[in-house]
């Protein structure tokens, strides 16, 4: 009965019809409310003729009862606005901020619940109606373009039907500057369209439209101007905006081959740099960034020479025993360096790394454990010196604790036979190619 005597209210007509609408943006807060409202007849129908209305006030209140519906998760809820949607995307070249604005965040709302939304917005235009949006020089109509796009970027048709649109709009270039001027332009939107980006990369086989526009040179150029402003004048929410950029930066790195485009050393420090100041508040960033240093440094000798002659090692280092996923990155990192030959080992072992590795191979995680195997090896191919040395240090009996364990017998048992060899015995390490292949 309320609901019904509050709808009733607003399609009166009588002058106090604006506070009947700001009563009933109070009751569509709740979840009930809203599946109740959207049941009676004639109620969606009313609430557009008020939002069409040529009185503003009138319309900004019926802006903001759309609002509260659009944050219902029943879908029933979102599909019954179906009727809005052309009208919130003619809106959004708006007259006042706070309406646009409005518009677009229920847009984004109304997209996450229903599919049968975002299969009408596309053909009623919403990607041209947001590419002309995101070139508005208000930072609260960006970041409302960036929430309804990240929405749309997440929906599962998104690699089939929604990013080649948006690949051919011309969005991503806004995107990207928007990005890259976060510090200047406004951190809220910048975060939104990382995000975009992030889901793009990694949702999109080919992504020829973003590395024509120099996504890896201006991602890379952003990470060392932020690093540079660390940590003394670091914006709050910094580390929001460097997670989807380091992973946009390491997918790109990791799909295509940008063998040149991103060979700057300064990148690595600026990695450290960031690792170092955000180690403590926010560790799920080191995770990110040895991600990214993977990346750079699988198969690529350029970044791995970089990284010992910038004397970056005992900070690589530093971060083993970090947690269980930075071990095995760490290991992963040593491991592209180890692979790329014997004076790059010889760097590696006067590290002390030899005595660090021991206690790792103790781990209950077998995917660490694995990876130190790994790490041992190449040591060993390369440095058969230090096979000798690892021996001396208690680690024949390292691994032999893993000749039972299934998935690491074969590795343990092949780098045993290593250990076992006089130096400059080759038979052995020639057998145990066989192992790690």
Not at 93 to 111: P, Q, R
Not at 117 to 128: H, M, S
Not at 429 to 436: I, R, V
Request: aromatic share 4%; proline share 6%.
């Amino acid at each position: 009965g309320q609901v019904l005597e509050l709808l009733r209210g607003v399609q009166r007509g009588s002058e106090d019809r604006k506070r009947s609408l700001g009563r009933l943006r109070w009751a569509l807060q709740n979840e009930e409310t809203q599946q109740k409202f959207v049941r009676l007849d004639g109620s969606i129908r009313t609430l557009t003729g008020l939002f069409t209305s040529s009185l503003a006030d009138l319309q900004l209140e019926a802006a903001r009862c759309l609002h509260e519906l659009s944050h219902s998760s029943v879908p029933t809820v979102a599909e019954a606005c179906l009727p809005v949607t052309s009208y919130l995307l003619t809106y959004l070249a708006g007259h006042s901020l706070e309406f646009t604005e409005l518009c677009l965040y229920t847009l984004g709302n109304l997209v996450v619940e229903s599919e049968a939304v975002r299969k009408q917005l596309l053909p009623q235009g919403i990607i041209p109606v947001l590419a002309s949006c995101i070139q508005s020089p208000h930072e609260a109509v960006l970041e409302g373009v960036g929430y309804v796009l990240s929405q749309l970027l997440q929906a599962k048709e998104a690699p089939t039907e929604i990013i080649p649109l948006l690949l051919d709009s011309g969005l991503p270039q806004h995107m990207l500057r928007l990005v890259c001027s976060g510090l200047k332009a406004g951190m809220g939107a910048a975060v939104e369209f990382a995000w975009c980006l992030h889901y793009i990369i990694c949702r999109h086989e080919d992504n020829a439209v973003l590395l024509a526009l120099g996504a890896v040179p201006a991602l890379t150029s952003l990470l060392l101007s932020l690093a540079s402003e660390l940590p003394q004048d670091a914006p709050e929410g910094l580390e929001l905006l460097v997670c989807p950029v380091l992973r946009c930066l390491s997918n790109l790195l990791a799909q295509t081959d940008c063998q040149g485009q991103g060979q700057d050393g300064r990148l690595l420090i600026a990695l450290f740099l960031i690792l170092h100041c955000f180690l403590q508040q926010h560790p799920f960033l080191v995770q990110e960034c040895l991600w990214l240093l993977n990346n750079l440094t699988a198969d690529e000798p350029f970044f791995c020479s970089a990284l010992l002659s910038l004397d970056l090692l005992p900070a690589l280092l530093q971060l083993l025993t970090c947690s269980q996923m930075a071990t095995v990155l760490v290991l992963t990192v040593l491991c592209n360096i180890a692979e790329q030959g014997r004076f790059q080992c010889q760097q590696l072992l006067r590290q002390p790394l030899l005595p660090r590795l021991l206690p790792l191979l103790a781990l209950p995680d077998p995917e660490a454990v694995g990876q130190c195997l790994e790490l041992l090896h190449l040591l060993f191919l390369h440095c058969p010196e230090a096979a000798a040395d690892f021996t001396m240090h208690g680690g024949h009996q390292a691994l032999e604790q893993h000749q039972s364990t299934p998935e690491l017998q074969e590795r343990a048992q092949a780098l045993l036979g290593m250990v076992r060899q006089p130096p400059g015995a080759p038979s052995a390490c020639q057998a145990t190619l066989a192992a790690f292949s």
